[in-house]
C-alpha cells in the first residue's frame, strides 16, 4: 500500500512540474534566433579587438556578438554589419546595442 500511495505521490509531482499554478500547460520558451555569416560574406579579414587588445582601425568599430555559441568580438563597420555581414534567424532583427564592445544580437520578430 505504501508502494502505491509513494508512487501516486511521484506522479502527482511530475504532473505539477508540466502545469502552471492556474493548471495550464507551461509554454516552452521561445527558442532564441542565432547569427550566421550572410552567404558571400567572411570574418577572416576583421581583427579580433577587445579592451587589451590594439584599438581598430578608423571607420571600424568593436563588436561583440555569439556565432555559433562561440562569444567573438571583431572590428567591423557598425553601418554594414547587419546589412551586409550577419544575418538573423527566424525572422529575428539584427540589432546593435550602445555598449563597449558594441553588442551586435538577435531581436525577437
Known sequence: MSRLMGGLL?????????????GAPREEAPREASLSVRSGASLEQAPVCGAELPACAEGKSCIAFTLEGERQARCLDATTA???????S???????MESYPLQLRCSSP
Open 90 to 96: 527566424d525572422g529575428a532583427s539584427c540589432v546593435l
Open 10 to 22: 511521484m506522479l502527482g509531482l511530475l504532473g505539477a512540474c508540466r502545469t502552471t499554478q492556474e
Open 82 to 88: 547587419c546589412s551586409e555581414l550577419l544575418s538573423c
